[in-house]
């Protein structure tokens, strides 16, 4: 299916779920109500699927990652949660913290219903150090029942305790933004990090829309407290729907060092990313700030809306970046929800993970971003097992022994020495989640498809394909790179997509090189050192614990070499 049918089916299900929204009272459309499980609590924890080293809370529901900081010595994670059940609803903010951002404790939940501008939920904000103040939550709360958004301010308690266990929320402040005129009340929410500028001012962002237009309005603040919206929005764009948890930081130019948010220069672009309610994937430009005009224009290197530059092309949403002062990096959190039913989650007593913390800077070419696990999680790495150059010759599966394939941080390099079988490439595969569908790792190339066979049955009954398939285009090459679910599990209640991107990679080299993260729900990968990235979730019945196993595979005519292969059994966080 082509992108235009594609949009426009997806628009026909927008109109539709959005009178949901409307017969729900305006509650967020892609957070489905299930008013009589929202306090259900299982009575026990199913432990089957849960991961080892990806951030969950020991039971019942979370959604998106909140406020991520690094104070005094010790990163703390806010995030959406449910301390009642494991589906959306009853949401606080609760809080944990690290001195790894691998190993966290949970401390009391920071943010809850309990005022006036926040009786009906606090849902997703950021933090911002302010100095002479420390710590400062925006968030968004809702005062009724009509979903009506409102900005809102929190301080710590005691801006002295490391741990910042408790928040107090200022009713002679609070809330401290309400939409005005010829802005929607009940689509305003998630406001971004603030930064400061040489005019004397901080400045934030609002998530919006206007009819089916994004919007991400600026307001301004001198004492942090009082908030003027700037003339005109930083920047919209039509045919996106509402702006979700949006995100606005500088990167540098060269190098990796990040930069803290409120850095401008010649030496700068900025990213605007876009989490889009009706999609429910994230977007972002890279672009040029123009602080005397409050305006972002987004260069043109690639597009400004649904088909845009991802953080990630599977599941992965509501991502939030911080910048962490002590290493000089920006490490970017997102949400994966889970793909099966509300009945499962309900009955296993939980629901959502975060993906591993990444560390984000700009790619080179300074037409993307790259990303890449933080190295803290090398940390978990325990028993090795190599690979080195194993030839595959079509239909070829040779499995990795030694590790524990169900828990597992696997980096391989694949070579081949021709492109001359290469497929032709039809310029109307425009899709890639499509064309991985259509194509698939069964179905015998060219070049490809060559990857890794994750969560594996011994007899492949089920298994979780990320592969790479490279096709020839009129004066190019294309590479497709796939995590594909559709064989991920002989349970049928479950969402199996073909998640997939385009990676832009130099073949001159003719080597790809892949790293991806098994956790046994979760297949996390990493495509040519981050330039295309896919999170998956995926729920295998008969490749669990010691019967789940680890493949590489060519099903190409092409033969392909997997040149060198480092696996490692991944070690189980602390996460309490």
């Known amino acids: 299916m082509g992108i235009i049918q594609n949009r426009l089916t997806i628009f026909l299900v927008v109109l539709f779920s959005l009178s949901v929204i409307l017969i729900n009272n305006g509650v967020e459309g892609f957070h489905e109500i299930y008013p009589h499980l929202q306090s259900v609590s299982a009575i026990s924890v199913s432990d089957q699927h849960r991961t080892a080293y990806h951030f969950q809370p020991p ?32 949401i606080v903010w609760a809080h944990s913290v690290s001195k790894d951002l691998v190993n ?8 809850y219903p309990s005022k006036p501008f926040d009786k009906f939920g606090c849902w997703s904000g950021s933090t911002t150090v302010v100095p002479g103040k420390g710590p400062v939550i925006l968030y968004t709360g809702i005062t009724d029942d009509k979903n009506t958004q409102v900005q809102c301010y929190a301080v710590p308690e005691d801006p002295s305790d490391p741990l910042l266990v408790k928040w107090v929320k200022p009713d002679d402040i609070n809330p401290i933004v309400i939409a005005d005129k010829g802005v929607n009340g009940s689509a305003f929410r998630d406001p971004t990090t603030a930064w400061w500028s040489k005019d004397g001012h901080w400045r934030m962002l609002v998530g919006s829309r206007k009819k089916h237009k994004g919007i991400a309005y600026l307001y301004k603040s001198k004492d942090f407290i009082k908030w003027v919206k700037a003339k005109h929005p930083i920047h919209s764009k039509s045919s996106t729907g509402m702006w979700e948890c949006p995100d606005f930081f500088p990167v540098a130019l060269e190098g990796k060092e990040a ?25 972002y430009t890279l672009g040029t700030y123009f602080p005397n005009m409050d305006k972002y224009v987004p260069d043109n290197t690639s597009e400004d809306g649904w088909g845009g530059l991802r953080y990630d092309y599977g599941n992965f949403y509501a991502s939030k970046s911080f910048f962490d002062p002590s290493k000089n990096r920006r490490i970017l959190w997102g949400w994966a929800n889970e793909s099966d039913s509300k009945e499962d989650d309900v009955n296993k007593g939980w629901a959502g993970i975060q993906a591993i913390p990444r560390t984000i800077w700009l790619d080179p070419s300074k037409r993307q971003l790259l990303q890449w696990p933080i190295e803290e999680l090398n940390s978990l790495r325990g028993k090795e097992v190599k690979m080195n150059n194993q030839k595959l010759n079509k ?4 499995e990795v022994k030694g590790v524990t394939a169900p828990q597992a941080d696997v980096e391989a390099t ?15 595969w425009v899709n890639a989640q499509d064309l991985c569908a259509q194509k698939g790792s069964k179905l015998q190339g060219g070049v490809g498809p060559f990857g ?20 020839k285009a009129a004066n190019k090459h294309v590479v497709l790179m796939c995590s594909d679910a559709t064989s991920s599990s002989i349970k049928s209640n479950l969402y199996k997509p073909s998640f997939a991107g385009f990676l832009d990679v130099d073949l001159t080299t003719s080597k790809i090189p892949l790293r991806s993260l098994i956790d046994h729900s979760v297949v996390e990968s990493f495509g040519a050192g981050g330039k295309t990235n896919i999170l998956s979730r995926v729920y295998p019945a008969l490749a669990v614990g010691d019967q789940a196993h680890l493949f590489v595979f060519n099903n190409g005519t092409e033969p392909i070499t997997v040149e060198n292969l480092q696996a490692w059994s991944m070690g189980k966080a602390d996460i309490k």
Do not use: C
Not at 104 to 111: Q, S
Not at 259 to 283: A, C, P, Q, W
């Open 104 to 111: 966290w404790k949970a401390l009391e939940h920071a943010i």
């Open 395 to 398: 239909g070829d599966y040779v």
């Open 59 to 90: 039971r019942n529901w979370i959604n998106d990652p909140n406020g991520p900081m690094y104070y005094n010595g010790y990163y703390h994670l806010f995030y959406q949660y449910n301390p009642n059940g494991s589906v959306w609803g009853n």
């Open 259 to 283: 930069l803290d948010t409120g850095v401008i220069g010649n030496n700068v672009k900025h990213v605007l990313k876009n989490s889009l309610d009706m999609t429910r994937f994230e977007y």
């Open 414 to 428: 694949f070579s081949f020495s021709s492109l001359d079988k290469a497929e032709a490439f039809d310029p109307s």
């Open 452 to 471: 890794l066979l994750t969560l594996a049955s011994q007899d492949l009954e089920e298994f979780t394909p990320v592969f790479f398939r490279i096709f």
